[in-house]
């Protein structure tokens, strides 16, 4: 075990009251060791019924809104987050992916390279054993900055994260730890279901997308947004 170091924890959030609840009662039961260490920013990527800040706001909780609702603009999300992150370590995942204490202990207290991307093993909230997320990663601050952050001219259709991770990998090494975090796709309000995803024309519209992309510089915080006062 290593000297104990500070994560900001960056979730992106869509229309997921019930399980915000859900994630502030796990975040609250962080033993104090921990929770001295963590952050948690949450960023609500322009929902029609914005997110509030509870009054006890646990991990040092700050709450961001994109003014604007894109659909899948998560992209955006994450800029916003790492961009208002305390330097160290970012842990970004998902709404629906709980970290547990174990998990957040290892993380915390770990020895983790700096020039090295971690990803995570998964479980599912009934125990079963699934496939790591694509889209939830350790790093460091001034790595997700090095690699260039998430473009969001590629806001608004699924999928097209994975040029973020094409540029991860060419950037540093990916080191699946055994670590988990637990998957609770499409319980209650978890996921979001207002907009399709893997579908023939989500995938038409994603491949046009690619294809009217022009060469250049990615962009990057380009969505009117505010901190929410709690």
Request: include cysteine; charged fraction near 20%; charge should be positive.
């Given at each position: ?89 970012l842990l970004l995942t998902d709404m ?30 009934t125990g079963a054993p699934v496939h790591?997320?694509s889209a939830s990663f350790l790093m ?91």
């Open positions: 075990m290593g000297q104990p170091k500070r994560v900001t924890m960056v979730y992106p959030y869509y229309q997921s009251a019930q399980f915000f609840t859900h994630q502030l009662n796990a975040w609250r039961h962080y033993p104090c060791e921990l929770s001295a260490f963590v952050r948690v920013i949450v960023v609500d990527d322009g929902s029609p019924q914005p997110a509030s800040l509870p009054t006890d706001r646990p991990c040092g909780l700050r709450l961001f809104r994109i003014e604007q609702d894109v659909p899948w603009n998560w992209l955006a999300a994450r800029n916003i987050g790492a961009h208002h992150a305390d330097d160290g370590w629906d992916h709980v970290v547990t204490s174990d998990t957040l202990g290892a993380v915390v207290h770990g020895q983790h390279d700096p020039a090295t991307v971690y990803a995570f093993s998964r479980r599912e909230h790591s997320h460091t601050k001034a790595m997700f900055w090095a690699i260039g952050g998430y473009d969001e001219r590629l806001s608004g259709v699924y999928g097209t994260d994975g040029a973020y991770r094409k540029r991860l990998t060419a950037k540093a090494p990916v080191v699946l730890l055994a670590d988990e975090l637990v998957r609770h796709e499409y319980v209650a309000d978890a996921s979001v279901t207002t907009y399709e995803r893997k579908t023939p024309a989500m995938r038409d519209a994603k491949r046009r997308t690619f294809a009217r992309l022009q060469p250049g510089p990615v962009k990057t915080l380009t969505f009117a947004y505010h901190e929410v006062a709690a």
